[in-house]
Nanobody, 125 residues
Framework: QVQLVESGGGLVQAGGSLRLSCAASGRTSSTYTMGWFRQAPGKEREFVAQINLRSSTTYSSDSVKGRFTISRDNAKNTLYLQMNSLKPEDTAAYYC??????????????????WGQGTQVTVSS
């Protein structure tokens, strides 16, 4: 089992920045891919970005490309999502996820077995 705990969400004005963190514990050696998803009220959970923990290859959705950066500190077992130039449409609950497989696009939430509890990001206009 892998446990994931997100932090770093909050309220920010449009154009601002936030950095989300996801602390992983448990059988982290069995994970190959970690990612971020988000879910706005009334909408489906959508892929944001992911990173291969062995090769550091990253993928991001078109909606966040150039604004969000995913990274990983393996020594700290922590995943990050640096979010810049935030827009009101980025408002959502953000979830950290982990998979025991190497994943390539297209990415679906069903590809991931382990999930955090989520952290809320609200961007005001």
């Amino acid at each position: 089992q892998v446990q994931l705990v997100e932090s770093g969400g909050g309220l920010v004005q449009a154009g601002g920045s936030l950095r989300l963190s996801c602390a992983a514990s448990g059988r982290t050696s069995s994970t190959y891919t970690m990612g971020w998803f988000r879910q706005a009220p009334g909408k489906e959970r959508e892929f944001v970005a992911q990173i291969n923990l062995r090769s550091s290859t990253t993928y991001s959705s078109d909606s966040v490309k150039g604004r969000f950066t995913i990274s990983r500190d393996n020594a700290k077992n922590t995943l990050y999502l640096q979010m810049n130039s935030l827009k009101p449409e980025d408002t959502a609950a953000y979830y950290c996820a982990a998979s025991a497989f190497v994943l390539r696009p297209p990415i679906s939430p069903t590809n991931y077995a382990y999930w955090g509890q989520g952290t809320q990001v609200t961007v005001s206009s």
